[in-house]
């Protein structure tokens, strides 16, 4: 059969999959995470689709199509984009903005709090809770639907709330709360 009806790995077409929301869960978000968000789309609009497509089109206008790399790479990487700008685009509308600095000074847990707590081996760790497509781990950062921040939620300093992991349940203590400073304006 000839190449030019054989289809690329169907893994290039498939749409990213959004991060699971609870049932009748909200997409929140801080103002940070939703402005973070959308720099990336509008300069993947703006920029980088553009800047590729200059390239697909001068690509193809240099001939045989088949083996020309700029070609080749380049209608993969548009896809790529396009892929990217449907999702962020997506996540977008679905989110809900919610600004942690409304509870500063109180000590009860809710989004976007800052929460140091011990274990019952005494180690102790801050988390901050945050939406599913702003939270990273490396920067001790969990998403709010984590088995952490649901234990943690509406929790006050002081108290002892019960975690289930895998291994059993476990207990923590709220040793700290806290959140952003408003703003300004």
Request: proline residues 5%; charged residues 30%; negative net charge.
């Amino acid at each position: 059969m000839s190449k030019a009806f054989t289809r690329e790995s169907d893994s290039d077409d498939e749409e990213l999959s959004l991060p699971p929301l609870p049932v009748g869960g909200k997409n929140y978000i801080t103002p940070q995470g939703y402005a973070v968000l959308r720099t990336e789309l509008f300069d993947l609009i703006d920029n980088e689709r553009p800047r590729i497509v200059e390239i697909v089109h001068w690509a193809a206008s240099n001939g045989d199509r088949s083996e020309n790399g700029d070609y080749l790479y380049g209608k993969k990487r548009l896809r790529e984009i396009d892929r990217r700008i449907r999702f962020l685009t997506k996540r977008l509308e679905i989110a809900e903005v919610t600004d942690p600095s409304a509870h500063y000074g109180k000590d009860q847990v809710f989004f976007g709090a800052t929460v140091t707590y011990v274990d019952e081996a005494s180690v102790e760790r801050t988390v901050t809770i945050l939406g599913i497509d702003e939270a990273d781990s490396l920067k001790q950062q969990v998403t709010w639907v984590s088995p952490i921040a649901r234990a943690l939620l509406k929790a006050r300093e002081g108290d002892v709330v019960k975690l289930v992991t895998p291994v059993g349940v476990h207990e923590v203590e709220v040793v700290e709360v806290r959140y952003p400073a408003p703003v300004a304006a």
